[in-house]
């Protein structure tokens, strides 16, 4: 699909404030899509989309709260006419020893990582399906393989393969669906970590990677911009020193 056939679709991409998903906004707005930034960080969005300029919109919206998903659709619709591509980015990743000590922690990740994204999905689909949408599912190589620490996280990634399996079979042939399943990306993800030990353990991890959000970002727009009719449903991709 050529950068003239991207002029004026809208893609919606959650968890915009930053990492994947504000590399992917970047990246999507330099081949002629207009994008819609969510996150809950307000400030860092309204920097991104003044960054952007043109067919760049700011929208304050956390993935855990529908109401505000649906009054974001509302004004995806307004201004923009309504999402071509849907990516569900938000997430955090909160590892730690599987305890009643990081419940919490739990709870979070199950809400923002699967919830949030089956929530956006469910609330911008009639959008997706008006003239052929695509939904961007951001997984991990942990949706394959779940490691000590890495128990609910694994739990949310693995959902999301699963979920969009099903919504793939579902949605066809109006709606692609496709999964994106990153190994350790230059990302703030481990600052997030709330047991201490190990978030000293990812960070020395994330301080070497050599994947950039960027480079996924890359990914994800040549995926986007697959004709029609070829469909790219599932990429796993690590950084080549990565063994797990």
Known sequence: MSQDKQ????????????????????????????????????????????????????VSADVTDRDALVAAAERVAQEFGGADVLVNNAGTMLLG????????????????NLLGAITATEVFLDQLKDGGGDIVNISSVAGRVANVGSGVYAATKFGINGWSESLRKELLPDVRVTVIEPGVVATELPTHITHEATRQGAQQLY??????????????????????????????????????
Do not use: C, W
């Not at 020893?97 to 923002?112: H, L, T």
């Not at 990914?219 to 063994?243: C, D, K, M, S, Y």
């Open 7 to 58: 002029q004026g679709r809208v893609a919606v991409i959650t968890g915009a404030s930053s990492g994947i998903g504000a590399a992917t906004a970047r990246s999507l707005h330099a081949a002629g899509y207009r994008v819609a930034l969510l996150a809950r960080r307000t400030d860092r969005i309204k920097a991104l989309a003044d960054e952007l300029g043109e067919g760049a919109l700011a």
């Open 97 to 112: 020893p599987f305890s009643a000590e990081q419940r919490d922690d739990y709870r979070r990740m199950i809400e923002v």
């Open 207 to 244: 301080d070497v990677a050599e994947v950039t959000a960027e480079d996924v970002a890359e990914v994800i727009t040549f995926t986007l911009q697959r004709p029609r009719h070829l469909v790219i449903n599932e990429i796993l991709l690590r950084p080549a020193g990565q063994v797990q």
